[in-house]
């Protein structure tokens, strides 16, 4: 009997090996470690792989933490990961309050999008200007290729109101449309307006429209938007239900309409998206290769969002948002953590769960099976820092004391879980193949979460995954609560897992750097996939850092 049992929990939640030797596949190629002389920079984003190098661009720390618009500085790489040139954007003579937008390749040509508020109109202006992929210098003059078009006017005393808003530009499933979109709240009619514009792959405007819809009294809270092949913008709106608020510990009760517009006459379409008696988090939206639309996310019975119960999946036509197949999944209890199920048992309410889930990724696998990435994660903000917790002498090998920051201080700390993943594959049409956890816990303090979370990439079918871990976690065979990545202590054991999940759902989990080597901590959420089985790496530490590259070909018989 136990053995069966072992059998079925093997079964359901995947099997996993753990290795300090990579994939067979695999092969992994550092630069050496340089001194960033850009003061309190960091990788902000990968432009492209230009030829054998790359271009990327710096920015400020906070930027990456509150999405600050500064313009960034370019960079051009080698193929060996030597600086070859470098441009600070900010310098540009562009006229005066432009306010950086995006870096876009389109068409083997570099462009630089920015946006000014001109003319009282409440929405920005769009311009470009190609920059050279080498020298990294101007081509030409500026361009305007679209007029602000809002509705509504700047205030006269505060014309730049909307200065921080910013601009979400995205390219269709094959590149050969751009989607610009800017949400605009106007207070005083507590009234929220979507600035819709589309583009051809020579950048000519297409259609805009100003989008005003009097059914959200509340106003938007968020929006997701996505472009298809044919030019139909679509996207899920969340906002907050402010007469259904629960007050309690000041959560909120928010509701999901997705949107499809296009630009035509037509009025748009919306269908609500929503689960009886329980409650919908943070959905994400996705075309499949049908050009249909996906929608994915996990759902909670309580107010606050604070406990997962389970996932939620449905595929509409993007043509009528006609219902093709819709997926609740109630967690099962072999799959929540075992304290979860103790306390439901005690409970007597048979709904053990897990904490908050949020979608990360969705990939399109080419049989058309779906793959659902979620992560366990909580902001916590707190009035009260306790103080730094000893950890040694400083002369005893591996023990260090934490920082003294904010300690007994009342101003708000802002505290950051990044905890376990989990993995869920539908078939094209709805059924659920498997799912899979992958087990990690990182924690921080008042960073944004900069060293936390993950990448992932799909190549070959396979998904990779790679995050800050603790050394301790990959030596495990069956890991069953993980040690806490805290970039602030135990530095000596850091290290970047990459875990290898395949077909069914099966794990692999293997070590790829380790700080007692590099003395560098890896920013996973700023690698990128630069090819179709390239993916570029970024590690620094204080005012060091080094690039890299994984490559995973079918074809390498050994490691490098």
């Known amino acids: 009997m136990k053995n069966a049992i072992f059998i079925i929990l093997i079964t359901f939640l995947g099997f996993k090996t753990y290795s300090q030797e990579l994939p067979d596949n695999s092969k992994v190629t550092w630069g ?37 618009p500064a313009f960034p500085t370019l960079q051009s790489y080698d193929e060996n990961f030597n600086l070859v040139k470098s441009k600070h954007l900010k310098k540009l003579d562009l006229p005066k309050f432009s306010m950086f937008e995006e870096l876009l390749p389109i068409k083997d040509k570099l462009y630089l999008f920015y946006s000014r508020n001109e003319d009282r109109d409440a929405a920005k202006n769009i311009y470009i200007l190609e920059l050279n992929k080498k020298t990294l210098e101007p081509i030409g003059e500026p361009k305007c290729i679209a007029k602000g078009n809002s509705a509504n006017k700047a205030p006269t005393i505060n014309p730049r109101k909307n200065f921080n808003n910013r601009v979400n530009i995205h390219f269709s499933p094959d590149s050969t449309k751009l989607l610009a979109v800017e949400l605009i709240y106007n207070k005083s009619k507590n009234q929220s307006e979507f600035i819709i514009k589309t583009f051809d792959q020579e950048l000519n405007l297409q259609w805009s429209k100003s989008y005003i819809d009097t059914d959200f009294e509340d106003g938007f809270s968020s929006m997701k938007p996505i472009i298809d092949n044919q030019g139909k913008v679509h996207f899920i709106v969340e906002t907050i239900e402010r007469k259904k608020t629960a007050i309690i510990f000041g959560t909120k009760l928010y509701k999901y309409t997705l949107i499809s517009i296009d630009g035509t006459n037509r009025e748009a379409i919306k269908t609500i998206i929503s689960i009886p008696e329980n409650y919908l988090n943070e959905l994400a939206l996705k075309l499949t290769n049908n050009g249909d639309l996906f929608i994915a996310g996990f759902y909670s019975d309580n107010k606050g969002f604070y406990n997962s119960i389970g996932s939620y999946s449905r595929l509409l ?62 902001r916590t903000i707190s009035s009260f820092s306790p103080p730094p917790i000893y950890r040694g002498p400083s002369s005893t090998p591996g023990m260090t004391s934490t920082p003294n920051y904010n300690s007994y201080s009342n101003s708000p700390v802002e505290r950051f879980y990044y905890k376990n993943i989990v993995l869920i594959e539908f078939s094209p049409t709805g059924t659920k193949n498997w799912i899979s956890k992958v087990k990690k816990n990182q924690y921080s303090i008042e960073d944004g979460g900069l060293f936390s979370s993950f990448h992932a990439t799909l190549i070959d079918d396979d998904i990779y995954l790679m995050f800050n871990d603790r050394e301790e976690n990959i030596r495990v065979k069956e890991l069953v609560i993980p040690k806490t990545f805290n970039p602030r202590t135990r530095k000596k054991d850091f290290v970047l897992s990459l875990v290898k999940v395949n077909n069914n759902g099966d794990q692999d989990r293997y070590e790829l750097s380790n700080f007692k080597k590099t003395k560098l901590i890896s920013r996973a959420k700023a690698f990128s996939k630069t090819g179709d089985h390239e993916i570029l790496l970024f590690e620094e530490y204080k005012k060091k850092y080094r690039l890299g590259k994984l490559s995973l070909e079918k074809s390498f018989s050994s490691n490098q």
């Open 32 to 68: 050496t470690t340089k001194k960033n002389s850009l003061k309190k920079n960091t990788l902000q984003k990968v432009i492209l792989k230009n030829g054998n190098g790359y271009l990327i661009s710096q920015n400020y720390y906070s930027s990456q933490i509150v999405g600050s």
């Open 317 to 378: 036509s993007s043509l009528d948002h006609s219902n093709i197949f819709e997926s609740i999944d109630q967690f099962e209890a072999d799959f929540l953590p075992e304290k979860e199920v103790e306390k439901a048992k005690k409970r007597n309410k048979g709904k053990p769960r897990d904490t908050n889930y949020s979608v990360r990724d969705i990939f399109l696998k080419s049989n058309g099976s779906i793959v659902v990435i979620g992560e366990n994660r909580n």
